[in-house]
Nanobody, 125 residues
Framework: QVQLVESGGGLVQPGGSLRLSCAAS????????MAWYRQAPGNERELVAR???????DYANSVKGRFTIFRDNAKHMVTLDMDYLKPEDTAVYYC???????????????????WGQGTQVTVSS
Protein backbone atom coordinates (compact mmCIF):
# COMPACT_ATOMS: atom_id res chain seq x y z
CA GLN A 1 0.00 0.00 0.00
CA VAL A 2 0.97 3.61 -0.61
CA GLN A 3 -0.23 6.56 1.42
CA LEU A 4 -0.36 10.07 -0.03
CA VAL A 5 -0.83 13.19 2.06
CA GLU A 6 -1.35 16.59 0.44
CA SER A 7 -0.76 19.98 1.98
CA GLY A 8 -0.58 23.62 0.92
CA GLY A 9 -4.06 24.50 -0.28
CA GLY A 10 -5.86 27.66 0.72
CA LEU A 11 -7.39 30.93 -0.41
CA VAL A 12 -5.46 33.15 -2.80
CA GLN A 13 -6.30 36.20 -4.88
CA PRO A 14 -6.33 36.05 -8.68
CA GLY A 15 -2.79 36.38 -9.99
CA GLY A 16 -1.33 34.92 -6.84
CA SER A 17 0.68 31.77 -6.22
CA LEU A 18 0.45 28.60 -4.14
CA ARG A 19 2.57 25.52 -3.68
CA LEU A 20 0.97 22.14 -3.11
CA SER A 21 2.98 19.29 -1.65
CA CYS A 22 2.35 15.56 -1.59
CA ALA A 23 4.26 13.23 0.70
CA ALA A 24 4.30 9.54 -0.18
CA SER A 25 4.91 6.67 2.23
CA UNK A 26 4.55 2.90 2.30
CA UNK A 27 5.42 0.74 -0.70
CA UNK A 28 6.72 3.68 -2.69
CA UNK A 29 9.05 1.49 -4.75
CA UNK A 30 5.96 0.46 -6.72
CA UNK A 31 5.21 3.97 -7.94
CA UNK A 32 6.11 5.06 -11.45
CA UNK A 33 3.91 8.02 -12.32
CA MET A 34 2.72 10.68 -9.93
CA ALA A 35 0.17 13.30 -10.77
CA TRP A 36 -2.03 16.11 -9.60
CA TYR A 37 -5.71 16.07 -10.45
CA ARG A 38 -8.41 18.56 -9.59
CA GLN A 39 -12.15 18.48 -9.32
CA ALA A 40 -14.48 21.45 -9.17
CA PRO A 41 -18.13 21.12 -8.10
CA GLY A 42 -20.19 19.61 -10.88
CA ASN A 43 -17.14 18.74 -12.95
CA GLU A 44 -15.26 15.55 -13.60
CA ARG A 45 -11.86 14.98 -12.08
CA GLU A 46 -9.26 16.27 -14.52
CA LEU A 47 -5.53 15.82 -14.88
CA VAL A 48 -3.53 18.93 -14.04
CA ALA A 49 0.02 17.60 -14.34
CA ARG A 50 1.92 14.33 -14.15
CA UNK A 51 5.55 13.31 -13.79
CA UNK A 52 7.41 10.08 -14.34
CA UNK A 53 10.07 8.60 -12.07
CA UNK A 54 12.63 9.87 -14.57
CA UNK A 55 11.27 13.41 -14.69
CA UNK A 56 9.11 13.40 -17.81
CA UNK A 57 6.26 15.86 -17.39
CA ASP A 58 2.90 16.55 -18.96
CA TYR A 59 0.46 19.39 -18.28
CA ALA A 60 -3.13 20.22 -19.03
CA ASN A 61 -3.34 22.95 -21.66
CA SER A 62 -5.17 25.19 -19.22
CA VAL A 63 -2.18 25.30 -16.83
CA LYS A 64 0.81 25.20 -19.19
CA GLY A 65 3.19 28.04 -18.45
CA ARG A 66 1.59 28.72 -15.05
CA PHE A 67 2.01 25.45 -13.10
CA THR A 68 5.16 23.42 -12.51
CA ILE A 69 5.30 19.87 -11.19
CA PHE A 70 8.44 18.60 -9.47
CA ARG A 71 9.33 15.25 -8.00
CA ASP A 72 11.95 14.58 -5.34
CA ASN A 73 12.51 10.82 -5.41
CA ALA A 74 14.90 10.93 -2.45
CA LYS A 75 12.32 12.65 -0.25
CA HIS A 76 9.35 10.81 -1.76
CA MET A 77 7.56 14.06 -2.48
CA VAL A 78 5.84 15.77 -5.37
CA THR A 79 5.10 19.47 -5.48
CA LEU A 80 2.93 21.62 -7.70
CA ASP A 81 3.89 25.28 -7.98
CA MET A 82 0.91 27.28 -9.18
CA ASP A 83 1.46 30.82 -10.43
CA TYR A 84 -0.84 33.40 -12.01
CA LEU A 85 -3.81 31.63 -10.48
CA LYS A 86 -7.25 32.25 -11.94
CA PRO A 87 -10.72 31.82 -10.42
CA GLU A 88 -11.25 28.86 -12.72
CA ASP A 89 -8.39 27.07 -10.95
CA THR A 90 -10.61 26.78 -7.90
CA ALA A 91 -11.06 23.09 -7.08
CA VAL A 92 -10.08 20.30 -4.76
CA TYR A 93 -6.63 19.14 -5.78
CA TYR A 94 -5.66 15.50 -5.41
CA CYS A 95 -2.29 13.83 -5.47
CA UNK A 96 -2.27 10.46 -7.25
CA UNK A 97 0.22 7.67 -7.86
CA UNK A 98 0.28 4.97 -10.52
CA UNK A 99 2.12 1.68 -10.65
CA UNK A 100 1.67 1.68 -14.43
CA UNK A 101 4.69 2.97 -16.30
CA UNK A 102 4.66 6.28 -18.14
CA UNK A 103 2.87 6.32 -21.46
CA UNK A 104 0.66 8.79 -23.37
CA UNK A 105 -2.44 6.90 -22.23
CA UNK A 106 -1.80 7.24 -18.49
CA UNK A 107 -3.91 10.36 -18.12
CA UNK A 108 -7.26 8.94 -17.05
CA UNK A 109 -7.87 8.65 -13.30
CA UNK A 110 -8.56 4.93 -13.77
CA UNK A 111 -4.84 4.30 -14.22
CA UNK A 112 -3.97 5.69 -10.80
CA UNK A 113 -3.87 3.26 -7.92
CA UNK A 114 -3.46 5.55 -4.92
CA TRP A 115 -5.02 8.89 -4.02
CA GLY A 116 -4.60 11.50 -1.36
CA GLN A 117 -7.49 13.00 0.56
CA GLY A 118 -7.46 16.24 -1.43
CA THR A 119 -6.75 19.86 -0.57
CA GLN A 120 -8.96 22.83 -1.39
CA VAL A 121 -7.63 25.64 -3.55
CA THR A 122 -9.82 28.72 -3.82
CA VAL A 123 -8.91 31.63 -6.08
CA SER A 124 -11.05 34.63 -5.29
CA SER A 125 -10.79 38.32 -4.57
Amino acid sequence: QVQLVESGGGLVQPGGSLRLSCAASGSIFRINVMAWYRQAPGNERELVARISSGGLTDYANSVKGRFTIFRDNAKHMVTLDMDYLKPEDTAVYYCAAAVTKWSPSVVSPVFYDYWGQGTQVTVSS
